[in-house]
Nanobody, 125 residues
């Protein structure tokens, strides 16, 4: 699976962005997808995840009221809708794939086999 994240940019606090993760490869529809982010001098952290069929989703506790993850398997795309953005959401956002992961997703970056290149999100206060 190859992944390419896009949709990042600069936005004022309170604004919204929609990130996309476009995938290629035959195992996408059997892969759970995770979104992670990494701010300067901080560890990579879990943002959201979605199971291979889209039935199971999950979010970091601090984000679940503002972010929404969805997937479109025929188009091999996963989206992350981010609303009410805050300065502390500033980071590089990555999508990652974990093939053959069953009916769930993982919150741990080490469990993912394939990573996109990341897209920068900058929120100004």
């Amino acid at each position: 699976v190859q992944l390419q994240a896009s949709g990042g940019g600069s936005v004022q606090a309170g604004g919204s962005l929609r990130l996309s993760c476009a995938a290629s490869g035959v195992t996408f529809h059997m892969s759970s997808i995770g979104w992670f982010r990494q701010a300067p001098e901080k560890e990579r952290e879990f943002v959201a995840g979605v199971s291979w069929d889209g039935r199971s989703t999950g979010y970091a506790d601090s984000l679940k009221d503002r972010f929404l993850v969805s997937r479109d398997n025929p188009r091999k795309t996963v989206h992350l809708q981010m609303n009410g953005l805050k300065f502390e959401d500033t980071a590089v956002y990555y999508c990652a794939a974990r093939p053959y992961s069953g009916a769930d997703f993982s919150r741990h970056p080490d469990d993912y086999d394939f990573w996109g290149q990341g897209t920068q999100v900058t929120v100004s206060s």
